[in-house]
């Protein structure tokens, strides 16, 4: 790490520690109360809520509540029914009684849509409101995945692909797995977190996307590029992190059936179990028949039973205390594969068994926000490739303390984790390893204006196998005027490799030999963001960058005497572009999005580059949305796929481009919204273009080629959601 950057990371930190001591002796107390007034015309308002980042209270009859906060900066998001809503930034280090009038609202609509901009973002550790964040972290809102939900109910691979910059990619044909890349990363550089807990484990697993029913969830928060300095090794490429809902006293039903076999029934609920403890409960079966689109004899779509139960409960006493606990179960029998040339018959089976737990608790104590996070995962495999079988288990114990507080413009958090990785399978020797990881973090987030904020994070962790990291990143928010707002982040990480990779996926670990004299992944990359806001037309534009050294690939015998996986000398190089364009209008959401990747490697033995395989060029979207409070919505979306280069391919280097068109339409009748959607309406599909199968068996062990666009083809899904 080179002393510039070293520089860049340490200044906002020693100027915290270095300020004045008449400065930080007003930041002696523990605490501060602001005692709230909501007004209106005069008149007291009772039951107005009062959110301070994701703390919530309720004005008293009298239209008074009294805030204990941390001395510094807040900003005060204030609402009642039929009230126009208001938010206020306080600076403050002694009690402080404040008044905030309400305006009457013009327009309902109006109203609704100024509530849902405070969105309040957790990936980035000191939580903030979205649009003071120095951090870029996109917000899928609930509006975004319920209408994701009506598309695929049981998981949230669409809707993770359909957002700007992230890519899910299949990494096993025959049983549909997926991982999600950032930014033309590969998907293992992607960490996958459950309100900021490690739930499906260090490393998720390719088909732990297809796992997760987005029903109970309240927002998606993505971090792109490196983020080891906030989450550790796994997140060298971006975080994406999965925020639940909270307690709200209503139930939901989701039954949901496919053109092609599948079937969802989902169940959602929630409310209060005292004055301060709240629950929520998911539960989901979904199941697909085998379906054989193009009339191969190989499945395009894996037949599968799958189970999922989720309870959370929560607690919060209003005043700087909260607990969050939550465990989970799914139960998945997966089955795939088919005729082979020669007749032969090639059957993948996997069979997954996950359960999980995980807690987070929150108090303030001696003027500083404790919090502790705590989770385990353990999880069971048996899978079949042919006549191969593959028995594993894999767990992940993750824990961690942490303390914030505010001095001046500066918010401080300061930390230690421990991590436990391990993995032991029961029929392929070799592989089996425990890794524990013990690390430090520090932040600052510094906002010396209402113009500029910058936010340093630095973290070290302490690998039992490959030795010991720095993790340093530093982004910075400037707003200079007439809405607009640039963001510049610069940071940098690191990977523990593993066997499990996204070819390893595809064909297991029997046809390799164990892992010998590896060395982590490290990489470093940059972005800046500049975005506009124009009325109710949001624009945005971003350019990035990263190098990672030392990648690992995954070696054919036609170079080695066996299959292995190595790191490859020099750089793999990814660079890009990404447009967003947003208009909301009631009753009209119309979001644009284009992204541009140039992604380059070095191939083994060679001094060669290559682009980077299943790397489109290009990718846009397109989808306008129209909705009416109380009645329904219909939407249209358009995604265009570009290039992409091919490996191992006998029927093609380069891919087709393709385009995807969906439509859904949704109705409201009492309790009860009845949808349907198209997908794929065009029926771009790999098939049509290349068979799947292959004339042999590959030099990986492999009878398919790589899913470069949809297998699955078109697809109209219908169904209701009832609730009460």
Same mark, same amino acid.
């Given at each position: 790490?080179?002393?510039?950057?070293?520089?860049?990371?340490? /200044?906002p930190?020693?100027?915290?520690?270095l300020?004045?001591?008449?400065?930080?002796?007003?930041?002696?107390?523990?605490?501060?109360?602001?005692?709230l007034?909501?007004? +209106?015309?005069?008149?007291?308002i009772?039951?107005?809520?009062?959110r301070?980042?994701?703390?919530?209270?309720?004005?008293?009859p009298?239209?008074?509540?009294?805030?204990r906060?941390l001395?510094?900066?807040?900003r005060l998001?204030?609402?009642?029914?039929?009230?126009?809503?208001?938010?206020?930034?306080?600076?403050?280090?002694?009690?402080?009684?404040?008044?905030?009038?309400? &305006?009457p609202?013009?327009?309902?609509?109006?109203?609704?849509?100024?509530?849902?901009?405070?969105?309040?973002?957790?990936a980035?550790r000191?939580?903030?409101?979205?649009?003071?964040?120095p951090?870029?972290?996109?917000?899928?809102?609930r509006e975004?995945?319920?209408?994701?939900?009506?598309?695929?109910?049981?998981?949230?691979?669409?809707?993770?692909?359909?957002?700007?910059?992230?890519?899910?990619?299949?990494?096993?044909?025959?049983?549909?797995?997926?991982?999600?890349?950032? *930014?033309?990363l590969?998907g293992?550089?992607?960490?996958?977190?459950s309100?900021?807990l490690?739930?499906?484990?260090?490393?998720?697993?390719?088909?732990? /996307?297809?796992?997760?029913?987005?029903?109970?969830?309240? *927002?998606?928060?993505?971090?792109?590029g490196?983020?080891?300095a906030?989450?550790?090794? +796994?997140?060298?490429?971006?975080?994406?992190?999965?925020?639940?809902?909270?307690?709200?006293?209503d139930?939901?039903?989701?039954?949901?059936?496919?053109?092609? !076999?599948?079937?969802?029934?989902?169940l959602?609920?929630?409310?209060?179990?005292?004055?301060?403890?709240?629950?929520?409960?998911? !539960?989901?079966?979904?199941?697909q028949?085998?379906?054989d689109?193009d009339?191969?004899?190989?499945?395009?779509?894996?037949s599968?039973a799958?189970?999922?139960v989720?309870?959370?409960?929560?607690?919060?006493?209003?005043?700087g205390?909260?607990?969050?606990?939550?465990?989970?179960?799914?139960?998945?029998?997966?089955n795939?594969g088919?005729?082979?040339?020669?007749?032969?018959? %090639?059957?993948? #089976?996997?069979?997954?068994?996950r359960?999980?737990a995980?807690?987070?608790?929150?108090?303030?104590?001696?003027?500083?926000?404790?919090?502790?996070?705590?989770?385990?995962m353990?999880?069971?495999?048996?899978?079949?490739?042919?006549?191969?079988?593959?028995r594993?288990?894999h767990?992940?114990?993750?824990?961690?303390?942490?303390?914030?507080?505010?001095?001046?413009?500066?918010?401080?958090?300061?930390?230690a984790?421990?991590?436990?990785?391990?993995?032991?399978?029961?029929?392929?020797?070799?592989?089996?390893?425990?890794?524990?990881?013990?690390?430090?973090?520090?932040?600052?987030d510094?906002?010396?204006?209402?113009?500029?904020?910058?936010?340093?994070?630095?973290?070290?962790d302490?690998? +039992? #196998?490959?030795?010991? %990291?720095?993790?340093p990143?530093?982004?910075?928010?400037?707003?200079p005027?007439?809405?607009w707002?640039?963001?510049?982040s610069?940071?940098?990480?690191?990977?523990?490799?593993?066997?499990f990779?996204?070819?390893t996926?595809?064909?297991?670990?029997?046809?390799?030999?164990p892992?010998?004299? /590896?060395?982590a992944e490290r990489?470093?990359?940059?972005?800046?963001?500049?975005g506009?806001?124009?009325?109710?037309?949001?624009?945005?534009?971003?350019?990035? !960058?990263?190098v990672?050294?030392?990648?690992?690939?995954?070696?054919?015998?036609?170079?080695?005497?066996?299959?292995g996986l190595?790191?490859?000398?020099?750089?793999?190089r990814?660079w890009?572009?990404?447009?967003l364009?947003?208009?909301h209008r009631?009753?009209?959401?119309?979001?644009?999005?284009h992204?541009?990747?140039?992604?380059?490697?070095p191939?083994?033995?060679?001094?060669?580059?290559?682009?980077v395989?299943?790397?489109?060029r290009h990718?846009?979207?397109?989808?306008?949305m129209?909705e009416?409070?109380?009645?329904g919505?219909?939407g249209?979306?358009?995604?265009y796929?570009?290039?992409?280069?091919?490996?191992?391919?006998?029927?093609?280097?380069?891919?087709?481009?393709?385009?995807?068109?969906?439509?859904?339409?949704?109705?409201?009748?009492g309790?009860?919204?009845?949808?349907?959607?198209g #997908?794929? /309406?065009?029926? &771009?599909r790999?098939?049509?273009?290349?068979?799947?199968?292959?004339p042999?068996?590959?030099?990986?062990?492999?009878?398919?080629?790589?899913?470069w666009a949809?297998?699955? !083809?078109?697809?109209i899904n219908?169904?209701?959601?009832?609730?009460?």
């Amino acid at each position: 790490m080179s002393a510039r950057f070293t520089f860049l990371i340490a /200044l906002p930190l020693l100027t915290a520690l270095l300020a004045p001591a008449d400065a930080r002796a007003q930041t002696a107390p523990d605490s501060v109360t602001v005692s709230l007034t909501v007004t +209106s015309g005069g008149n007291p308002i009772s039951a107005a809520e009062v959110r301070v980042e994701s703390r919530s209270w309720r004005t008293d009859p009298a239209g008074r509540a009294d805030l204990r906060l941390l001395p510094g900066r807040h900003r005060l998001n204030v609402s009642a029914e039929a009230l126009e809503p208001a938010s206020v930034a306080i600076n403050t280090h002694r009690d402080t009684t404040i008044t905030v009038a309400l &305006a009457p609202a013009e327009d309902e609509h109006e109203h609704e849509a100024e509530e849902l901009e405070a969105v309040i973002v957790t990936a980035t550790r000191s939580e903030q409101r979205i649009e003071d964040a120095p951090v870029r972290v996109e917000v899928l809102a609930r509006e975004e995945v319920e209408e994701k939900m009506m598309m695929t109910p049981g998981d949230v691979s669409m809707m993770l692909n359909e957002t700007s910059g992230l890519r899910v990619q299949t990494t096993s044909p025959s049983l549909g797995g997926a991982n999600v890349r950032v *930014q033309g990363l590969r998907g293992r550089y992607t960490q996958v977190l459950s309100d900021g807990l490690p739930l499906y484990g260090g490393q998720s697993g390719s088909l732990g /996307l297809l796992q997760i029913p987005p029903m109970d969830l309240g *927002q998606v928060e993505v971090i792109k590029g490196a983020a080891s300095a906030l989450y550790g090794a +796994s997140a060298l490429g971006g975080v994406v992190n999965l925020v639940s809902r909270r307690p709200a006293d209503d139930r939901e039903l989701l039954l949901n059936a496919t053109t092609l !076999g599948g079937a969802d029934a989902v169940l959602w609920s929630s409310g209060a179990l005292s004055g301060r403890w709240g629950y929520t409960f998911l !539960g989901g079966a979904h199941g697909q028949r085998t379906a054989d689109v193009d009339g191969d004899r190989w499945a395009d779509l894996p037949s599968y039973a799958r189970g999922v139960v989720r309870p959370r409960l929560f607690w919060d006493d209003g005043q700087g205390r909260s607990l969050f606990v939550t465990v989970g179960a799914t139960a998945e029998d997966r089955n795939g594969g088919g005729e082979i040339p020669g007749g032969a018959r %090639f059957a993948e #089976e996997l069979r997954t068994r996950r359960a999980d737990a995980g807690l987070v608790a929150r108090w303030l104590t001696g003027g500083a926000l404790l919090n502790v996070r705590a989770s385990a995962m353990g999880q069971r495999h048996d899978h079949r490739f042919g006549e191969v079988r593959e028995r594993d288990r894999h767990a992940t114990w993750f824990g961690e303390g942490s303390a914030a507080w505010t001095r001046g413009a500066h918010t401080l958090v300061v930390g230690a984790a421990l991590q436990r990785e391990a993995y032991a399978a029961r029929d392929v020797p070799g592989f089996d390893y425990t890794f524990a990881i013990p690390s430090l973090f520090a932040q600052d987030d510094w906002h010396p204006a209402e113009w500029l904020g910058v936010t340093a994070s630095g973290r070290v962790d302490r690998h +039992s #196998e490959y030795g010991t %990291f720095v993790s340093p990143r530093v982004s910075a928010l400037v707003r200079p005027g007439a809405g607009w707002n640039v963001r510049a982040s610069a940071g940098g990480g690191y990977y523990a490799p593993t066997p499990f990779t996204e070819e390893t996926e595809a064909i297991g670990l029997a046809p390799l030999r164990p892992l010998e004299g /590896l060395k982590a992944e490290r990489a470093r990359g940059a972005s800046l963001d500049v975005g506009r806001t124009l009325g109710d037309l949001e624009l945005n534009a971003s350019v990035f !960058g990263s190098v990672v050294d030392d990648a690992l690939q995954l070696v054919v015998p036609e170079l080695t005497t066996d299959l292995g996986l190595v790191n490859v000398p020099g750089e793999t190089r990814t660079w890009g572009t990404e447009a967003l364009l947003r208009y909301h209008r009631e009753p009209w959401h119309v979001t644009a999005t284009h992204t541009y990747v140039r992604a380059t490697e070095p191939q083994f033995r060679t001094s060669e580059r290559r682009t980077v395989p299943l790397t489109p060029r290009h990718q846009s979207g397109l989808v306008a949305m129209w909705e009416a409070e109380g009645r329904g919505r219909l939407g249209l979306e358009l995604y265009y796929t570009g290039l992409q280069s091919l490996e191992d391919n006998p029927y093609r280097d380069q891919s087709r481009p393709y385009l995807v068109v969906g439509m859904l339409a949704e109705r409201t009748i009492g309790r009860a919204r009845v949808f349907v959607n198209g #997908e794929n /309406l065009l029926d &771009a599909r790999q098939t049509r273009w290349q068979p799947l199968v292959l004339p042999a068996r590959s030099a990986e062990r492999r009878w398919t080629t790589d899913a470069w666009a949809p297998l699955e !083809g078109r697809v109209i899904n219908a169904g209701v959601r009832l609730s009460w």
